[in-house]
T-cell receptor
Framework: AQSVSQHNHHVILSEAASLELGCNYS??????LFWYVQYPGQHLQLLLK??????LVKGIKGFEAEFIKSKFSFNLRKPSVQWSDTAEYFC???????????FGSGTRLSIRP | NAGVMQNPRHLVRRRGQEARLRCSPM?????VYWYRQLPEEGLKFMVY????????ESGMPKERFSAEFPKEGPSILRIQQVVRGDSAAYFC??????????????FGPGTRLTVL
């Protein structure tokens, strides 16, 4: 069965630190990959997505992710985090021929001011 | 421009009661998806509906759970005879079109169901 793994359940960083959240997917075919963010008390929002083309994807709020097919990875990065980045981050994958999205278990990011 | 609306935001039920969760998609969207998030887990797909049709219910438990999206009105996720294990956050998403993840899904704020 297809699955998405996020190995870091909780990450704590200081402001201005660099961020990298790991994500591994299992499906070996054509995949579509997403990162969603859920700020405290708010609904899920799409940060960025990868369908094809340049494996380095730029998203909103200074986030980016790199698709590495050989490693089945789609890690999320940000060079310098802010306190307002405190949230839960979900990696997800979907399939071109279907509508459902498979989510990872999420990584809670806490930023110390 | 209202987003996806879900109500109630919090719902408390006793074991054996019924729970009804409502989802109003974004304006112009005719595709609705339901996901469930158990504590400490990611969102799990349950069902995908278009108006008056269930397209994919591969994630729905076989018993007690049902979903509908009538021609008029919100989509309803119905859980009969709830048990403590049904306690979770239930998220609804909608998209302009379906059958492909190229069509972005917009999520609602969720309904947190607590079964006593």
């Amino acid at each position: 069965a297809q699955s998405v793994s996020q190995h870091n359940h909780h990450v704590i960083l200081s402001e201005a630190a660099s961020l990298e959240l790991g994500c591994n997917y299992s499906y070996g075919g054509t995949v579509n990959l997403f990162w969603y963010v859920q700020y405290p008390g708010q609904h899920l929002q799409l940060l960025l997505k990868y369908f094809s083309g340049d494996p380095l994807v730029k998203g909103i709020k200074g986030f980016e992710a790199e698709f590495i097919k050989s490693k089945f990875s789609f890690n999320l990065r940000k060079p310098s985090v802010q306190w307002s980045d405190t949230a839960e981050y979900f990696c997800a994958e979907g399939y071109s021929s279907a509508s459902k999205i498979i989510f990872g278990s999420g990584t809670r990011l806490s930023i110390r001011p | 421009n209202a987003g996806v609306m879900q109500n109630p935001r919090h719902l408390v039920r006793r074991r054996g009661q019924e729970a009804r969760l409502r989802c109003s998609p974004m304006k112009g969207h005719s595709h609705v998806y339901w996901y469930r998030q158990l504590p400490e887990e990611g969102l799990k797909f349950m069902v995908y509906l278009q108006k008056e049709n269930i397209i994919d219910e591969s994630g729905m438990p076989k018993e007690r759970f049902s979903a509908e999206f009538p021609k008029e009105g919100p989509s309803i996720l119905r859980i009969q005879q709830v048990v403590r294990g049904d306690s979770a956050a239930y998220f609804c998403a909608s998209s302009l079109a379906g059958t492909s993840v190229y069509n972005e899904q917009f999520f609602g704020p969720g309904t947190r169901l607590t079964v006593l």
